[in-house]
């Protein structure tokens, strides 16, 4: 007998098979997707089928017997959750050492829970057992149907009698039977964050990993596209965009069998990994989210901002405030009065919000450069006297919102934290310590560190409830990874990586339980921290220090893969040689802020700049909850372009840039063909953010159909003249 299940709202229920009698079918499903998973008669689960969803669930229990593998791997390659010391030998998804010190592992089939939380959602529980071994773990599988999105994780429960030691625990263990596979990893540096690569995959693993600890994104990232049958393109074929939800150590193998079939395993990084689980105890991995596509990369990152915006970011729906930033404007060097000017030339921009960065603290050891004052976070006395409440009062008689950067989670070995609470900073007590930007990080696992850490912020709050905003950084990887708080309760230093990240979490849970709408922005020295776990915690993030115009372009291009704009914080600053239009205008593709000496600003500059702020806070609805549309990628043209299409097609915007002008003249020759328009509507197009003294050469509100834009398109006329051209394009309502 064959049972099939299927994420329906009329067949929900828990499922139980037993040893020999039948073969159970699970099918997680969304709107266009299914992954098959299938038990045979020894109750072993595989991955039997990744592809298009079937109109009959029935047909998934045929599936498997379409394969003619040669006998023998097979089942291994494909198990649902691969575990090691048994009868597997390819990479595990799970190893372990038993309480009687055993290292042997073998999961069953048990039984499977379909609910469906709501009409979007279904989350499928697969319970697998150890016939030998009382070690339980299930696999979960969340869908939103619409969006195309799954979300899985993995539960380890240890019923044993003494403590189970986890050597490798994934999140997920996916198996895809199509040939040819092309990965994109994003790798990168300091300034040159998520730089994507695409390799074909051959027979072997490639293996993306990340060991930093705290800023982990920054070299590797766990964002990844698989591309099936040929490279990624952005309209059509399939792809997979996928993230590893998890701000710690991450490693994510991609191995291509014999069978020349994709095993894709993710999870937490097993380097000094080793958790161990005491009896009773569950271990919960983070998540790997993705979304598939059959329409290309960009109908897969539509999918995933929707999905973003609606269930994951926070605040994803909502509003964002522009700022302008000191950073760059003063780095360490300001006092009360100088930010009290500043707080007026943010109001002349014509921004929401003053947000004041680094330097405002310490007092024995101030914070007049990166050496010192970094813990101790009472107001420098001598930079502002009447304290942060007065700057708050301050900006709002200037007429701005207030925003205080903070990077709670470090310490400057210069400072009281230091020498008050040696043995709550991750060092080896025997060696000499090492710094990343003179910094040692707080140890996160300690709960008194994390009382600490949340005391930070809420005492901010609780003396200044009027505060607008906050800029959360990390500046530092966890070098002599230590940490004297577990030595001290005799738990194992391999749990340091990962409860470090998940004491992070706890800290910013309690943040958001008592304030739980203040934007937050997430920062990690440019991009070293942006994953769909933290962002649950965040309104925004800062992908790079990297502001120059032509480089943020293809760092904004490919941040898009992942994450919608509205989280994208693009800030202009005077990084480069672009004029300030051009610097405006990349940055308004995103959350736009300012990080610039708005009194320097020349007179046609300044009233640019007041302009693009009022036409930005009247198009920034379509950037920031619209859908988005990659038109020329910048790097196989000379121009790049992206639009932006409101939800009801009524209105769209069109940005578009010269970045390179090797023998170019005219960088648009050919109109580009604009996309998620309604072909019956009439739209009326008009440049924008034209600086002053300039005109367009578009005739201005010419008049075309849908029809005509999407398929003959528009031509922006970016040349040597017009290097960066934004369009409106606005439905016309007779
Ligand atoms: C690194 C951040 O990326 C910058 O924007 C700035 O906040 C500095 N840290 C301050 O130290």
Redesign the pocket.
């Known amino acids: 007998m064959k049972s099939i299940s299927f994420i329906s709202p009329f067949l929900l229920g828990l499922i139980f098979s037993f040893p020999g009698q039948s073969q159970t079918t699970i099918a997680v499903e969304t709107a266009t997707y299914a992954i098959v998973l299938q038990a045979d008669k020894e109750n072993m689960l595989s991955t039997v089928y990744c592809g298009n969803k079937l109109d009959a669930p029935a047909d998934y229990n045929g599936i498997a017997e379409t394969s003619r593998y040669p006998q023998g791997n097979a089942g291994i390659y494909n198990n649902a959750y691969t575990p090691a010391g048994t009868w597997n030998l390819s990479e595990p998804a799970i190893q372990v050492t038993h309480a009687d010190g055993n290292h042997s592992l073998d999961l069953k089939y048990v039984s499977h829970l379909i609910t469906k939380p709501d009409a979007n959602t279904s989350l499928t529980a697969i319970t697998l057992q150890d016939p030998v071994y009382k070690l339980t773990v299930q696999l979960f599988y969340k869908t939103w149907n619409k969006e195309n999105v799954i979300e899985q994780w993995t539960e380890i429960s240890n019923k044993e009698q003494g403590p189970v030691v986890l050597q490798k625990y994934a999140s997920a263990n996916l198996y895809f039977s199509n040939k040819d596979f092309y990965l994109t990893s994003f790798q990168g540096e300091y300034l040159k964050e998520l730089q994507p690569m695409e390799e074909k995959l051959l027979q072997g693993t490639r293996t993306i990993d990340s060991k930093l600890g705290t800023r982990a994104m920054l070299l590797a990232s766990p964002n990844f596209m698989v591309s099936f049958g040929g490279p990624a393109k952005e309209n059509s074929g399939t792809v997979m965009l996928g993230q590893l939800a998890w701000s710690g150590n991450f490693k994510l193998d991609f191995e291509v069998d014999s069978y020349k079939n994709l095993r894709l395993i993710t999870g937490i990084n097993p380097y000094e990994a080793a958790y161990t689980l005491q009896p009773g105890k569950s271990f919960k991995t983070p998540s790997l989210v993705y979304t598939l596509s059959n329409t290309g990369t960009g109908e897969a990152s539509r999918q995933l901002h929707n999905w973003a915006r609606k269930y994951r970011l926070l605040d994803g729906q909502g509003e964002r405030l522009t700022l302008l930033?000191n950073?760059e404007a003063t780095y360490f060097d300001f006092d009360e009065n100088k930010l009290s000017g500043l707080f007026k030339d943010a109001k002349k921009l014509g921004v929401d919000m003053f947000l004041l960065?680094?330097g405002w603290f310490g007092n024995r050891y101030p914070r007049n450069n990166?050496n010192a004052g970094l813990g101790d976070w009472q107001e420098n006395v001598k930079k502002l006297p009447h304290g942060i409440g007065y700057l708050v009062k301050e900006a709002k008689a200037a007429g701005v919102k207030f925003g205080i950067?903070i990077?709670p989670e470090m310490v400057n070995p210069q400072s009281d934290l230091y020498e008050k609470h040696l043995d709550w900073v991750i060092r080896q007590p025997q060696r000499p310590e090492k710094y990343y930007r003179n910094q040692l990080v707080l140890d996160l696992s300690n709960p008194e560190v994390q009382n600490f850490v949340f005391g930070i912020v809420d005492d901010l709050f609780t003396k200044n409830p009027e505060l607008a905003f906050v800029?959360w950084?990390c500046?530092a990887v966890i070098y002599n990874a230590y940490s004297a708080y577990l030595n001290k309760n005799k738990i194992p230093q391999t749990h340091l990586y990962t409860e470090y990240v998940k004491g992070l979490y706890s800290v910013l849970e309690r943040i958001r339980a008592k304030y739980p709408k203040v934007p937050m922005m997430l920062?990690?020295?440019?991009g070293g921290r942006a994953d769909y776990e933290i962002l649950k915690y965040f309104t925004e993030f800062?992908p790079s220090?990297n502001t120059e115009p032509i480089e943020r372009i293809f760092l904004q291009w490919d941040y898009s893969y992942f994450f919608p704009s509205i989280a994208i914080d693009c800030h202009v600053t005077d990084w480069g040689k672009q004029p300030i239009k051009f610097r405006v205008d990349v940055a308004s593709m995103g959350k736009l802020g300012f990080d610039i000496v708005a009194a320097k600003l020349s007179e046609n500059d300044l009233a640019f700049c007041q302009q693009a702020i009022k036409n930005y806070n009247s198009f920034k609805d379509i950037v920031w909850h619209g859908d988005q549309y990659r038109l020329l990628s910048p790097y196989e043209n000379t121009a790049a372009a992206i639009e932006y299409v409101s939800e009801d097609k009524s209105s769209a915007l069109l940005f578009s840039y010269l970045h390179s002008n090797r023998f170019v003249i005219n960088a648009t020759e050919r109109p580009i063909q604009l996309k998620g328009l309604d072909a019956a509507k009439k739209y009326a197009v008009k440049e924008i953010n034209l600086y002053p003294g300039t005109k367009s050469t578009l005739e201005d509100g010419k008049i075309y159909s849908g029809d005509f834009l999407m398929n003959v398109g528009l031509n922006p006329d970016v040349n040597y003249g017009r290097t960066s051209v934004i369009i409106q394009i606005n439905e016309v309502v007779k």
Not at 523 to 526: A, D, E, N, P, T
């Open positions: 930033n950073w960065d680094d990166d950067w990077e800029k950084d500046n920062c990690s020295g440019g800062w220090d």
